[in-house]
């Protein structure tokens, strides 16, 4: 099953594509991602409480980390899962209509 790595200090993606939904928790904002084969990553609505959701389906544009900057769970596949990475840059290229590619520059920790 696919899963999620914390990107944390990121300005959000372009939102053209994304949905809202304030009245879920975070924890089902999870949930509905994992469901649906088109999503690729998703953050909390509100982050002061940590609540609703914003889901980033098909393509994820201008992602980059800055200073103050907000939590982003990026969707990855199983086989990426359980190895731990310092990531310092991301970037996402639009291939096709249903198809991007994100590339996420990252060292394997020493100290895991």
């Known amino acids: 099953m696919d899963g999620f790595v914390l990107m944390s200090g990121v300005k959000l993606p372009d939102t ?3 949905t809202v939904d304030a009245g879920i928790t975070v924890e089902e904002c999870r949930r509905r991602c994992l469901a649906d084969c088109s999503c690729l990553a998703y953050t909390a609505a509100n982050i002061r409480v940590g609540s609703g ?7 994820i544009m201008d992602l ?17 899962l ?3 990475f310092v990531c310092t840059t991301v970037f996402c290229f639009f291939f096709h209509e249903r198809f991007a590619t994100c590339i996420v520059y990252c060292d394997c920790a020493d100290d895991v």
């Not at 959701?53 to 393509?59: A, K, P, Q």
């Not at 980059?64 to 990426?80: H, I, M, N, P, T």
């Open 82 to 84: 359980g190895m731990y």
């Open 16 to 18: 053209h594509n994304a």
């Open 53 to 59: 959701c914003v889901i980033w389906r098909d393509t």
């Open 64 to 80: 980059r980390f800055v200073d103050q900057g907000q939590d982003l769970y990026l969707r990855l596949a199983k086989s990426e």
